[in-house]
């Protein structure tokens, strides 16, 4: 290799030939998204609502593939207790809707026990509660009244010139909701997970039998 003068400047890099472009640089890799904490909606309705429970659920199929699950008692396993498995899913769920008609406000079961914990947990802050009025009822008489509805206004759903359009409606305020349960989880405080070993008090270490049998021996006077 020939030695490089004191005067004799480095070399500069080769440009590429006409016509050619640089090799691109490797692209960097696209960070992973971190997944959406997982919400829980329970879908309450009289089961003479089925249709509209159907047409609802086709409207938040973009919410369930947003890590939104709806529930509702289609949804239980052959052999389930029907009481059970329903109040787990109340218990287990995040947000409440509830299918507001003549044959809900009937129904003692839907009305009674459904809605009724669904507001006391409501009122506990640990719930959301939507209600939706899929046809005409007398809704304003119920405590439903004091709290926003939809579709819009509470004008229900056969009231809109177009179905789809009162559903859309209903999806696109069930969706703010969703977004206002993942901000609650965002400022919620961690808590730290305790475990039955950690939770449990270190107790003194007691004297070994070797180190209790070890006497001191008095010294011997000097003679």
């Keep these: 290799m020939r030695a490089r003068t004191r005067n004799e400047r480095p070399r500069r890099p080769a440009k590429p030939a006409p016509g050619t472009h640089p090799a691109p640089k490797p692209a960097a890799a696209p960070r992973a998204r971190a997944e959406k904490p997982e919400v829980r909606i329970f879908v309450s309705y009289s089961h003479r609502d089925t249709e509209a429970r159907r047409r609802l659920g086709i409207h938040l199929a973009p919410l369930e593939r947003?890590?939104?699950?709806?529930?509702f008692d289609g949804d239980m396993d052959a052999g389930d207790k029907l009481d059970t498995g329903i109040a787990r899913?109340?218990?287990?769920?995040h947000v409440f809707v509830g299918l507001l008609s003549p044959d809900y406000l009937a129904s003692n079961y839907c009305w009674k026990i459904e809605y009724r914990r669904a507001m006391n947990r409501r009122a506990r802050g640990t719930m959301r509660v939507v209600a939706v009025v899929v046809?005409?009822?007398?809704w304003t008489s119920t405590p439903a009244a004091g709290f926003k509805?939809?579709?819009?206004?509470?004008?229900?759903?056969?009231?809109?010139?177009?179905?789809?359009?009162?559903?859309?409606?209903?999806?696109?305020?069930?969706?703010?909701?969703?977004?206002?349960?993942?901000?609650?989880?965002?400022?919620?405080?961690?808590?730290?997970?305790?475990?039955?070993?950690?939770?449990?008090?270190?107790?003194?270490?007691?004297?070994?039998k070797a180190a209790s049998a070890v006497k001191t021996e008095?010294?011997?006077p000097v003679t």
């Design 66 to 71: 947003d890590n939104v699950r709806t529930w």
């Design 89 to 93: 899913a109340l218990h287990d769920a």
């Design 149 to 208: 509805l939809l579709p819009e206004d509470g004008r229900d759903v056969t009231r809109w010139r177009s179905a789809d359009g009162a559903y859309l409606n209903v999806a696109q305020g069930i969706r703010r909701v969703v977004a206002a349960v993942r901000r609650d989880m965002a400022a919620a405080p961690v808590r730290p997970v305790w475990t039955k070993r950690a939770a449990s008090k270190a107790k003194p270490d007691a004297p070994t």
């Design 218 to 220: 008095a010294p011997r």
């Design 135 to 138: 046809r005409p009822c007398d």
